[in-house]
């Protein structure tokens, strides 16, 4: 896991920061489309909560995700949208190591 000195250097670094969302997205990104839809978020959704021992989201939990993170409404989660979520997610890292 990185460390707090880690996010907050990626969270800094813009270009640290879009190579990140990049690689993820990329991952993620199963049919190379250069966006996520609903299923491949519900895929990684369903994964990290496998992964840290949680209740894998309902289908209804990942549309409602999902249509949190699609601002344009275009059925697709594009690189800045998901970057908006990487930068959510670390921010809450860190602030879980706070409290």
Do not use: C
């Amino acid at each position: 896991m990185a460390s707090r000195k880690d996010i907050e250097q990626i969270l800094t670094d813009q270009d640290q920061l879009n190579k990140l969302v990049f690689v993820a997205m990329k991952t993620i990104d199963t049919n190379d489309s250069g966006t996520l839809d609903p299923d491949e978020l519900g895929n990684i959704m369903r994964q990290v909560a496998i992964d840290v021992g949680d209740t894998p989201p309902s289908d209804s939990d990942i549309r409602e995700v999902f249509a949190e993170l699609d601002k344009n409404n275009d059925g697709y989660i594009d690189f800045d949208e998901f970057k908006d979520l990487i930068v959510r997610v670390l921010n809450n890292i860190l602030s879980s190591e706070l409290a």
